[in-house]
């Protein structure tokens, strides 16, 4: 029954408004999708019609409303990216290093985060494409292109042989010793080598990156710690690289899990070492033979894996 001082004729009104109301927000939603989805496809049709001649005046719009669409992450518009054929056209704009080249990086950064896309990157040619950018000197360029090489090769074994194959960590390495005071480059580009090598290092890791304490001379050490959610443990990464020839580098990747104060004090200070393996450690490429497994200064019950492999440009 209604409210006495309420008539029923006023509630079926209501009501009724109410439909109207939710009725033509719906239809708006609808609109705004079918608009976004004319406007995408017409962009993509645009790069796959005029992208051969990469004229920058008339392909430059299109480039950036299809990287708005994927950085907003529009429903389907990923999938679209792929029917659509645009990828060796955007391999060939970074090949070019022509005015669309930054653009094209850019893009293709925020496409390697959806495994939908990346991982047709190979066939493509994006790969091959996004190691030419690398001797680049624009640092913004390389950026963009380090952080594709980054997320691409982050869950895929596949992507990761490729990448070592295609002399990927000696361009990686040449852009650390080029670069030595460009904090977010040496970032991106360690994180790179770690995903590379397989260690899967997930953006979302908040991994600081600082310079360490060189052994040897012509060695540059890097050490990145990761706090865990949990906040009693942390992760620690150490790279070392190293050129012992002319072309020739020798790169060293280690993981470490160490347990924080707050732990052992919460355990009754009962600890045996300080330091244990981290233990999701993926596989490196067979391609690059040399892998050594230490356990200097740990346990027989615990073992360290270190990666290391010569790589020549």
């Not at 004319?38 to 299109?62: F, Q």
């Not at 080029?178 to 995903?195: G, I, S, Y």
């Not at 040897?216 to 070392?240: D, K, N, Q, W």
């Not at 050129?243 to 104060?261: A, K, M, Y």
């Amino acid at each position: 029954m209604g409210h006495p001082r309420v008539p029923l004729s006023h509630k079926h009104a209501g009501t009724h408004r109410d439909k109207n109301v939710s009725g033509r927000l719906q239809q708006c939603n609808d609109d705004s999708v079918v608009v976004f989805q004319d406007n995408l496809n017409n962009a993509l049709g645009a790069i796959r019609v005029l992208g051969i001649e990469l004229i920058e005046d008339e392909l430059k719009p299109h480039l950036n409303t299809v990287l708005t669409n994927i950085r907003e992450r529009k429903k389907g518009a990923a999938e679209q990216v792929v029917i659509s054929g645009i990828l060796p056209i955007l391999a060939l704009s970074l090949r070019s290093r022509g005015p669309l080249t930054l653009l094209t990086a850019q893009l293709v950064a925020e496409l390697a985060k959806e495994s939908v896309v990346r991982k047709g990157f190979g066939d493509a040619g994006l790969v091959t494409a996004l190691l030419s950018v690398l001797t680049s000197t624009n640092e913004e360029l390389l950026i963009y292109a380090v952080t594709a090489i980054s997320r691409m090769s982050y869950d895929s074994a596949k992507q990761q042989e490729l990448l070592l194959r295609r002399g990927a960590v000696p361009r990686l390495v040449a852009i650390l010793f080029r670069f030595t005071d460009k904090e977010v480059l040496e970032e991106v580009c360690l994180k790179a080598l770690c995903n590379v090598s397989g260690m899967g290092m997930a953006e979302e890791a908040g991994m600081i990156w600082e310079r360490g304490p060189s052994l040897r001379p012509g060695e540059s050490v890097f050490h990145g710690v990761s706090p865990h959610t949990c906040g009693f443990a942390f992760s620690v990464t150490l790279v070392r690289v190293s050129q012992w020839g002319p072309g020739q580098f020798l790169v060293s990747i280690e993981n470490f899990q160490r347990c924080s104060s707050s732990f052992w004090n919460l355990h009754g200070n009962k600890r045996a070492t300080g330091w244990f393996p981290f233990l999701s450690v993926g596989s490196c490429s067979n391609f690059f033979k040399l892998m050594k497994f230490s356990t200097r200064n740990i346990p027989r019950t615990k073992s360290l894996k270190t990666r290391v492999f010569h790589t020549f440009l």
